[in-house]
T-cell receptor, first 112, second 113 residues
Framework: DTGVSQNPRHKITKRGQNVTFRCDPI?????LYWYRQTLGQGPEFLTY????????KSRLLSDRFSAERPKGSFSTLEIQRTEQGDSAMYLC??????????FGDGTRLSIL | DAKTTQPPSMDCAEGRAANLPCNHS???????VYWYRQIHSQGPQYIIH???NNETNEMASLIITEDRKSSTLILPHATLRDTAVYYC??????????????FGTGTRLQVTL
């Protein structure tokens, strides 16, 4: 069990640029989740996959956000035309069906 | 998912038991109680979960009241490394909407010497 891995750990970008984050889940886990966390708040759910199928998207996930899990293994989260309000920690978690979710240490996004 | 209420902060002396309360008065019969913690600059870490029976693992014990309207997470011998924000979450074990975790603002536990 190597844990959930997220890259990069930190990303600094200018407003208006596109960014992409990667998540590698625990190998046997079929479910993968994305959350966003702002300072002083708990994580907020964005979306989740079971295998390669995206089964739910939060209303927080605007049209500028897209997530993929093409082969049911790793996942990417892309934000297009970044805005100041996108500055946050983006967390990925994985689980085997309804077993407890295990989180990575996140990607911290800073928008200049 | 039912909402939870936790105190915003608590202190505990190192070596003593830390008892973290959580109210979930609107919990449904098929909803589990989950506890996670988040140490600064890390992702949330799963601790324990239960439905109605008390549960214990190597990290902690979970005590759920008989009416299931509240629970207590017990760290039997707190250490400085247990300083973290602790989240109590109620969740239906299922697919779709039920899969997500709904975090509140948690309890910030400070363990001191």
């Amino acid at each position: 069990d190597t844990g959930v891995s997220q890259n990069p750990r930190h990303k600094i970008t200018k407003r208006g640029q596109n960014v992409t984050f990667r998540c590698d889940p625990i190998s046997e886990h079929n479910r993968l989740y994305w959350y966003r966390q702002t300072l002083g708040q708990g994580p907020e759910f964005l979306t989740y996959f079971q295998n390669e199928a995206q089964l739910e998207k939060s209303r927080l996930l605007s049209d500028r956000f897209s997530a993929e899990r093409p082969k049911g293994s790793f996942s990417t989260l892309e934000i297009q035309r970044t805005e100041q309000g996108d500055s946050a920690m983006y967390l990925c978690a994985s689980s085997l069906y309804n077993q407890p979710q295990h989180f990575g240490d996140g990607t911290r996004l800073s928008i200049l | 998912d039912a909402k939870t209420t936790q105190p915003p902060s608590m202190d505990c002396a190192e070596g003593r038991a830390a008892n973290l309360p959580c109210n979930h008065s609107t919990i449904s019969g098929n909803e589990y109680v989950y506890w996670y913690r988040q140490i600064h600059s890390q992702g949330p870490q799963y601790i324990i979960h239960g439905l109605k029976n008390n549960e214990t693992n190597e990290m902690a014990s979970l005590i759920i009241t008989e009416d299931r309207k509240s629970s207590t997470l017990i760290l039997p011998h707190a250490t400085l490394r247990d300083t973290a924000v602790y989240y109590c979450i109620v969740r239906v074990a299922g697919t779709g909407t039920a899969s997500k975790l709904t975090f509140g603002t948690g309890t910030r536990l400070q363990v001191t010497l």
